[in-house]
């Protein structure tokens, strides 16, 4: 486990070094650990090196790991995958940040179970930047509508939007980079507390730093390769 240590280390000093070239946004970034399939054992050694905040795709897992770790102080668990409605108690009961909306009906069930005992839940609007027919996340021209009828929802909190761009072409990255740093702006003149933009990985973080990215999600960078025989 010292490996994940040294890479988280590392990741932070990369992280640094980039903020110093933009000194205006050196404490406005926040790195996500994506621990999705990752073991309980791997995301405690990368808490008491530090991280806090982690990344999960699959409800169950999240429950399983945020009862497993709840004895670790101001752990934060941000859900990124999609939502399936019959999945969103679990994520209302353990998730304290959400970065996947991109239907009412989500938000609505999440509003609904959101305990009472906890802080509303903070929310990103997911968009589907890049057009992808198998990816979630809504039309860029349907984000002040959604964010219109989100906002409205109790126990909630609309705090920004999140992406994931489609991989590959640098020039066709850096323009959905860009074009969700606009929408970003865009949204903010309707709801100033959304200030969060949630985008860029482990392959393209400083990209996506370039315009504007608030929370980035680093998995392999940290843990190594996903082992994608682990499902739900």
Known sequence: M??????LALAYQKLAKNSEQQAERANLVQLIAVSKTKSDSAIEAAYHAGQRAFGENYPQELASKAAAL???????????GPIQSNKTRL??????????????KIAERLSEQRPTTLPDLPILLQINISNEAAKSGIHPSEMLT????VSQLP??????LMA???PGDWQRLEADFAAMQQLSTELQTHYPAATELSMGMSEDWQLALRYGATMIRLGTA???????????
Do not use: T
């Not at 709840?70 to 990124?80: C, R, T, V, Y």
């Not at 209302?92 to 970065?99: D, I, L, Q």
């Not at 959604?146 to 009828?149: G, I, P, Q, T, W």
């Open 91 to 104: 994520i209302a009961e353990h998730a304290n940040w959400v970065h996947s909306i991109d239907r009412l």
């Open 2 to 7: 010292n490996n994940i240590a040294e890479q």
């Open 222 to 232: 940290i843990f190594g390769a996903r082992n994608y025989d682990k499902d739900e």
């Open 146 to 149: 959604l964010a219109k009828a």
């Open 155 to 160: 126990r909630l909190q609309l705090k920004g």
């Open 164 to 166: 994931i761009p489609a």
């Open 70 to 80: 709840s004895h670790l102080p101001n752990i934060a668990w941000h859900f990124i």
